[in-house]
């Protein structure tokens, strides 16, 4: 289609004015803009189009040049919020990127979102207009943290409802990317540790028995609710510590507890190496139909596979 001659002009029919430090983006762009009906200012007039180049220091407020190459690519006036910088000179997110951006990543390991070829691939596949670096700093930095919020009170019901929602999921599918995940996964400064020097890292004090307390706790019965809530407080902060120190979301931190019994040590461990610290392998869905057939043979060779102590651990946190 012939290119429109009238691609730069507002709603109102006056052209829209674009300022650009000299320099060989105005050289490029000049020609574009006069040819869609637009004008360029000399200096930077009240109303005008500021534009700037991504990745160069620019005011609030500036547009990217990419705004011009954009609309005459697609031969339409574009709106100018997508393109906006920020004060860094990067182009903004838009809601509908960063909507993007949590769809893609939902469900990836740790180290895929932590590294690199998860977002070089989501860079090649056009997901956003950002480059795969500014696509990783924006989830790491700005979409993960919004991915957990306290609740307001700490209500035990909110927390056995995260877990029950991770559980019919954990029954449904598992992920795909579990097997890649345990051969990928390493520490965060890409060294891998011995059992025992991770082991001595993962000690957190009080928080080490946070879900045996809680299972304690529903033995016992409705004591006191005080108390019952500090444990379920000492959960919150736990998974939100797991979330912030792995780089993952809630959902990924709830199925790690569940593939580990809900035992903390077990799950930081399994969070940062994708194996268990006693070497045994974690629970799989198939695994837990195993455990409910009232059957020696099957019961043994889940002992076999698990050792006595972790199936009898697996039978109380499924129960409870």
Known sequence: AARSRSLFLWDDGHPMRFYLRPGLAKLRLAPLVLAGGGRLCRVQEPGAVLLAQ??????????????????????????????????????????????????????????????????????????????WQAMRDRYLRHLLPRLWEPPQTEDPTQIRGLFAAANREFESTESESDSSDVAELSTQDGVRRSPGETASELK??????????????????????????????????????????????????????????????????????????????????????????????VRNKLIAKFGAENVAKRIVFRES
Not at 72 to 94: I, M, S, Y
Not at 242 to 262: I, P, R, W, Y
Request: proline letters at 5%; aromatic letters at 8%; one cysteine or more.
């Open 54 to 131: 991504p990745g160069e220091v620019a005011p609030d407020g500036a547009v990217s040049t990419e705004y011009v190459a954009e609309c005459v690519k697609r031969n339409q006036r574009l709106p100018l919020e997508p393109f906006l910088l920020t004060a860094r000179g990067r182009l903004a997110f838009t809601e509908a990127e960063d909507a993007a951006l949590l769809q893609a990543v939902r469900g990836q390991g740790t180290v895929r979102v932590s590294g690199r070829a998860l977002w070089i691939e989501l860079e090649r596949s056009g997901l956003t207009r950002h480059s």
């Open 204 to 297: 957190t004090g009080p928080e080490d028995t946070a879900f045996p307390d809680i299972q304690l706790q529903r033995q016992e019965g409705p004591q006191s609710t005080c108390s019952f809530s500090s444990v379920v407080g000492q959960v919150i902060k736990t998974m939100e510590h797991f979330m912030e120190k792995f780089a993952v979301d809630l959902h990924t931190v709830t199925q790690a507890f569940l593939k580990n019994s809900g035992d903390v040590e077990d799950t930081s461990y399994f969070l940062q190496t994708g194996q268990r610290l006693d070497g045994y392998p974690v629970w799989s869905r198939e695994d837990d139909l195993e455990l409910q057939k009232d059957d020696e043979h």
